[in-house]
């Protein structure tokens, strides 16, 4: 009888420390994505609000469809060109 209940009391210190270690994890988990999300939005609102005060710019170009750049020139981003060569900054 004594040994049915010694492990029964194990079984159930297991069960609770499994228990334990998977809610201790998944608010781990919800804990990293809310930091994720905070520098996520932080950084859009940093591209949108234009508080850098400069971007990058590139005095050459080549013809590259999806990317984006700033020609030193004009300081006016240019669609479907990559930035080659030396570069600056364009303060806005």
Known sequence: ?????????????ILAGITFTVA???GMQNQENDILFANIEALSNDE???TKGYSIC????????????YDCVTCKKVYDEKGRGHYSKCFH
């Open 58 to 69: 590139y005095y050459g170009s080549k013809v590259v469809v999806g990317y984006t750049y």
């Open 24 to 26: 201790q994890s998944y």
């Open 48 to 50: 949108e609000d234009g």
């Open 1 to 13: 009888m004594r040994k049915k209940i010694f492990s029964c009391l194990c079984l159930l210190t």
